[in-house]
């Protein structure tokens, strides 16, 4: 599977993004995929989740009710749409995919984009 992820930018607080991954594979439709950033200086951090089916969604306590995740197994996509956002927000993020089961640590996902940069100025 390969991952290419788009719709960064340079955004003031409480503008909105979206961000997209586009996956290449027949197999989209199988795999978990998840958000995650990671700021200078820091670990990279779960954001957001959802399962195959798309049914079920996780987000981590600091984007609850901002960002939102999706996806479209007909068109290999999944999305993040972010609102409200904060200066605290700025990170590269990064979709990653693995078969199936969601988790919560980088360490367990399989494969990765290259990672697309949000800025958001205070």
């Known amino acids: 599977v390969q991952l290419v992820e788009s719709g960064g930018g340079l955004v003031q607080a409480g503008d909105s993004l979206r961000l997209s991954c586009a996956a290449s594979?027949?197999?989209?439709?199988?795999?978990?995929m998840c958000w995650f950033r990671q700021a200078p200086g820091k670990e990279r951090e779960f954001v957001a989740a959802?399962?195959?089916?798309?049914?079920?969604?996780y987000y981590t306590d600091s984007v609850k009710g901002r960002f939102t995740i999706s996806r479209d197994n007909a068109k290999n996509t999944v999305y993040l749409q972010m609102n409200s956002l904060k200066p605290e927000d700025t990170a590269v993020y990064y979709c990653?995919?693995?078969?199936?089961?969601?988790?919560?640590?980088?360490?367990?996902?399989?494969?990765w984009g290259q990672g697309t940069q949000v800025t958001v100025s205070s």
């Open positions: 959802i399962s195959w089916s798309g049914r079920n969604k």
């Open positions: 594979g027949r197999t989209f439709s199988t795999y978990a």
């Open positions: 990653s995919a693995r078969p199936y089961e969601v988790v919560f640590a980088y360490k367990d996902y399989d494969y």
